[in-house]
C-alpha cells in the first residue's frame, strides 16, 4: 500500500478524473472530511464502473458485483481476493475500480464500516439489475433501482454527517436527496441509454412523467437539506441539488445540458452567497 499522503494525493486526483461534478463540492469540504466523502464516492464509482461497462456480460457484472459485495461485508477487505476476482477483466476496468481496496484504506477508521456497507448494499443491487439488462416495469422498479445506484448514496452521507459532527438528517429525505440527482441523470441520458437498448421509464410513463418523478425527489432534497446547520456540509449539498435543477430547467427548455460556464457561475453564485 502507498504511504498515506501519497494515496490521498492519488485519490483526489482519480475522483477529480471521474467525475468533475462531484470533484467540485468535495474539493470544498474541509480535509477530514474531503477525504472522507472523497473515498466514499470512489468506492461506490468503482463498482458503478462494473455495472455499467458496455463490454462486459451481464452473468459475469452479477458475478463480479456479488463476489464484492461479499467481500465488503468481511470485517477487513481481502484485497488479494478482489484482484483475483477481477484480474480476468483487468484490462477492461478502469484504474478507479482496480484501486477499490485503496479506497477502502484511505477512509477514515470511524466511518469505513459504513461507507463498506453502504457499497456492499448497493453492488448487490446493481448485480440484480445489470443481470437483468434494467427492466423497468412499475414505479415500483424504479424506485428500487434508484435506491440502489443513488439513494443509498444520500443514505451513507448522512451516516458519514452523523459521524462526523451529530449532524442528525432524515433517512427517507436522504433517499429523495439521490433519487432527484438520478432522475435527472437519467433524463439526461435517455437518448444513450435508448441507444444502448435500456430504458429507464416504467410502463406507460413517458418523459413527462419523468420530469415529474425528478421534481418530486428534489423537493424531497430540499427538505433533507433543512437539518443541516454545518456551513461546510450544506454548502457541500447544495451544489449539486442546484446543478440538478438548472439540468432540468436546461432539459425542459430544450437544450442537451448546461454549459460549462453556466456550471461555473451556477458554483460560484452558491459558495459566495
Known amino acids: 500500500m502507498k504511504n498515506d499522503a501519497k494515496l490521498k494525493k492519488d485519490a483526489m486526483r482519480v475522483l477529480k478524473e471521474t467525475s468533475r461534478t462531484f470533484y467540485i463540492p468535495i474539493k470544498l469540504l474541509n480535509p ?4 472522507t466523502v472523497g473515498s466514499a464516492y470512489l468506492c461506490m464509482r468503482a463498482i458503478d464502473e462494473i455495472e455499467d461497462h458496455p463490454s462486459i456480460e451481464p452473468e459475469v457484472k452479477k458475478q463480479l458485483l456479488q463476489t464484492t459485495s461479499q467481500l465488503l461485508n468481511e470485517d477487513s477487505f481481502n484485497e488479494k481476493a478482489y ?3 477481477i484480474q480476468p477483466y483487468e484490462n477492461l476496468l478502469p484504474e478507479v475500480t482496480k484501486r477499490l481496496g485503496e479506497w477502502i484504506a484511505v477512509c477514515p ?5 459504513k461507507v463498506k456497507e453502504s457499497t456492499s448494499i448497493m453492488a448487490d443491487g ?5 443481470y437483468k439488462n434494467w427492466k423497468v416495469h412499475t414505479k415500483e422498479d ?3 433501482y434508484t435506491y440502489y445506484v443513488a439513494g443509498l448514496v444520500g443514505v451513507m452521507l448522512s451516516d458519514i454527517w452523523e459521524w462526523y459532527d451529530g449532524t442528525k438528517t432524515d433517512r427517507t429525505l436522504a433517499i429523495g436527496y439521490g433519487r432527484g440527482l438520478q432522475a435527472v441523470n437519467m433524463l439526461r441520458n435517455q437518448k444513450e ?3 444502448r437498448g435500456v430504458s429507464f421509464l416504467p410502463e406507460g410513463w413517458g418523459r413527462k412523467e419523468l420530469f415529474a418523478y425528478a421534481k418530486e425527489n428534489l423537493q424531497m432534497a430540499d427538505e433533507y437539506i433543512k437539518d443541516i446547520q454545518t456551513k461546510n456540509i450544506l ?8 446543478l440538478a435543477k438548472r439540468t432540468l430547467q436546461a432539459l425542459e427548455s430544450g437544450k442537451e445540458k448546461m454549459t ?3 456550471v461555473v457561475s451556477a458554483v460560484d453564485r452558491i459558495i459566495n452567497n
Do not use: N, S
Open 32 to 35: 477530514t472530511l474531503r477525504m
Open 83 to 85: 484482484q483475483q476476482l
Open 109 to 113: 477508521g470511524g466511518i469505513g464500516g
Open 126 to 130: 446493481m448485480a440484480k439489475w445489470a
Open 142 to 144: 424504479l424506485d428500487e
Open 193 to 195: 441509454d435508448a441507444e
Open 235 to 242: 454548502l457541500f449539498c447544495k451544489i449539486p441539488l442546484e
Open 260 to 262: 460549462r460556464d453556466e
